[in-house]
T-cell receptor
Framework: EVQLLQSGAEVIKPGESLRVSCKGS????????ISWVRQMPGKGLEWMGN????????KYSPSFQGHVTISADKSTSTAYLQWSGLKASDTAIYYC???????????????WGQGTLGTVSS | EIVLTQSPGTLSLSPGERATLSCRAS???????LAWYQQKPGQAPRLLIY???SRATGIPDRFSGSGSGTDFTLTISRLEPEDFAVYYC?????????FGGGTTVEIK
């Protein structure tokens, strides 16, 4: 069974750093791109960027380029989303999602993690 | 960037009725690269339709997708109680990938 298991909710102070993890299981982790999606409270879905775990090639949305870093560790089948200098406006649920076609950037997202709530508050 | 505009923002219907949701793109999208997702409160989104009209695994046939160019539609033929949720369209043929703002289907 394909699963994406994300790390737990975090409460972070403004200016601090956050890293969210997404561990894939039940499939060949290096064969499918992983995307990250933000959902601010009561709002819609925003694509942040993605990664090809086979070679760690990444693409970012212009809205998030330079603010976040996406990486992957093939040895543990885990993708990461991290950023520093967090602000209250970064409070959101962050989802990872698998691209449904093998080795394809241009694919819908067939499996999603359960989401990680990141709360930035002093 | 391809902007997706979904309408209406909210659709108030009764179980058993037909729901028609619209997604309009700011520029033409290949039919291969348009998807629809369903999201219920407290849950991650779920893929319903990909490639404009192909149902994802396990999705009942009351859900159907159609369209081309800049206009795409998700139709739910007869609403079941579990279908009341928020629906998002997504294009994945251009970079950045983008989502529409969502349509809420609520019980009338």
């Amino acid at each position: 069974e394909v699963q994406l298991l994300q790390s737990g909710a975090e409460v972070i102070k403004p200016g601090e750093s956050l890293r969210v993890s997404c561990k894939g299981s039940g499939y060949s982790f290096t064969s499918y791109w992983i995307s990250w999606v933000r959902q601010m409270p009561g709002k819609g879905l925003e694509w942040m960027g993605n990664i090809d775990p086979s070679d760690s090639y990444t693409k970012y949305s212009p809205s998030f380029q330079g603010h976040v870093t996406i990486s992957a560790d093939k040895s543990t089948s885990t993708a990461y989303l991290q950023w520093s200098g967090l602000k209250a406006s970064d409070t959101a649920i962050y989802y990872c999602a698998r691209h449904m076609d093998i080795s394809s950037y241009y694919a819908a997202f067939d499996y999603w993690g359960q989401g990680t709530l990141g709360t930035v508050s002093s | 960037e391809i902007v997706l505009t979904q309408s209406p923002g909210t659709l108030s219907l009764s179980p058993g009725e037909r729901a028609t949701l619209s997604c309009r793109a700011s520029q033409s999208i290949s039919i291969s690269y348009l998807a629809w997702y369903q999201q219920k409160p407290g849950q991650a989104p779920r893929l319903l339709i990909y490639g404009t009209s192909s149902r994802a695994t396990g999705i009942p046939d009351r859900f159907s997708g159609s369209g081309s160019g800049t206009d795409f539609t998700l139709t739910i033929s007869r609403l079941e109680p579990e279908d009341f949720a928020v629906y998002y369209c997504q294009q994945y043929g251009g970079s950045p990938l983008t989502f529409g703002g969502g349509t809420t289907v609520e019980i009338k």
